[in-house]
């Protein structure tokens, strides 16, 4: 029985699916070896929704903005609810406020798992911080990741770091809104590499299970121990109606960062196949990148790492279902595996032009930007950009 999803349909969701951006990805970054400054780069939250806004403009798929509290940092909450006005102007949103308590000096033993209880203060008040921003911008996600953890055998106590850890997402739970959520993310090694307090989807889901349903997992496809099969943990978690989102990007090594489906686009497309067959589209998941841009353009890398989720995604919806569901029921893993692989092989590339010129907008997103004149418009006009906080 072939029960491939008509087009239309297939169609319907592309359109709906919205992928994130990252407001540090905009600005310059690096390795701890040297960062590259590229000319253009903007200096203000405001230069970062500017290029957003061309982002979402020659994507259509790409309508919010992810903030990293300080590195976005606006004096007070009448600033931050100003910026979320400027990015309305664009045609875009804040989303995502992404904490950030691993840059103090204060934080070098921990943040919220510190043994000094004055910093696990301090960081739980960032923490806090973050939730007013959120009502000031309207965000709904709150995105937690801490570079907690021990170098050495001994250093510290591991049950009680959990305790720590514990004591301070009950805190800033119970202080979001009925519409807020939190999403944990974890990450195996680095900055720690001993233990990482959150080193795995299975810490941050024990975690989300005794909040409660507002606290979610955030899977970063950089976090994990190599070979590691990530499209496993995305059905689990979605299965478990754990799954909060995505920090899309792609690595060879480690924590790469690199852009979304570039190493390894088989594996974006596994993911995503287990995200159409978990109901994950619509499952309120926020698919977002986390990426630096270190030595490629970053608008054009921005435009081509959400165009990388959309084809991926477009293969996944492509798959036959019925012809899937056949070949398994009948034990034929040749032909359930080519019906895969099938998907997998079609040239979607066409079939997203068309949905994008249905839309109204170029089908060939990166040479319209090209064509835009905005590269070199931005280092004509901005002098002196700023890094993103990364290699800061
Ligand atoms: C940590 C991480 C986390 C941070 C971001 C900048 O490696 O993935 O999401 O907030 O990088
Ligand atoms: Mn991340
Ligand atoms: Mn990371």
Request: glycine residues 10%; hydrophobic residues 40%; contains cysteine.
């Amino acid at each position: 029985m072939t029960t491939r999803p008509d087009i239309s349909t297939v169609k319907a969701a592309l359109r709906t699916q919205a992928i994130e951006t990252p407001s540090w990805a905009y600005g310059n970054s690096g390795t701890r070896f040297k960062v590259f400054a590229q000319p253009g780069v903007p200096r203000t939250p405001r230069e970062k929704l500017d290029d957003a806004a061309r982002v979402h403009q020659h994507t259509g798929a790409a309508p919010t903005v992810a903030l990293h509290i300080p590195w976005d940092k606006c004096g007070s909450s009448g600033g931050y609810t100003e910026l979320a006005t400027y990015a309305e102007e664009r045609g875009l949103r804040l989303g995502a406020i992404n904490s950030n308590v691993f840059q103090d000096d204060d934080y070098k033993l921990g943040s919220v798992c510190n043994p000094d209880p004055a910093v696990r203060r301090k960081a739980l008040d960032h923490l806090l911080e973050c939730v007013d921003i959120m009502d000031a911008t309207g965000s709904r996600d709150l995105k937690l990741w801490f570079s907690d953890g021990t170098n050495y055998p001994g250093q510290d106590d591991i049950r009680a770091r959990q305790d720590r850890l514990g004591e301070a997402l009950a805190t800033v739970y119970e202080r979001l809104g009925d519409h807020q959520r939190m999403l944990i993310e974890y990450k195996l090694f680095e900055p720690a590499f001993y233990t990482m307090d959150v080193p795995d989807w299975g810490t941050a889901y024990a975690h989300c299970l005794k909040l409660g349903e507002k606290a979610q997992v955030v899977v970063d496809t950089g976090h994990h121990a190599p070979g590691t099969n990530i499209e496993f943990i995305v059905s689990l978690l979605l299965r478990e109606g754990k799954l909060g989102g995505f920090d899309f990007n792609s690595r060879f090594y480690a924590d790469d960062d690199l852009m979304a489906g570039a190493a390894d686009p088989f594996q974006l497309f596994r993911i995503m196949y287990e995200v159409v067959r978990g109901g994950g589209l619509d499952s309120g998941a926020a698919f977002m990148l986390d990426q630096c841009h270190n030595v490629e353009a970053k608008i054009p890398a921005i435009i081509r790492s959400v165009m990388n989720v959309q084809e991926a995604t477009a293969k996944a919806l492509l798959v036959d279902a019925g012809a899937l569901g056949e070949a398994q029921a009948a034990g034929d893993v040749l032909a359930a595996n080519a019906v895969l692989m099938d998907a997998y092989s079609t040239d979607v590339r066409p079939l997203l032009a068309e949905v994008r010129e249905e839309a109204g907008i170029d089908p060939d997103p990166m040479a319209a930007y090209r064509r835009s004149g905005w590269a070199q418009k931005i280092v004509d006009e901005r002098v002196g950009g700023t890094q993103s906080g990364w290699g800061a």
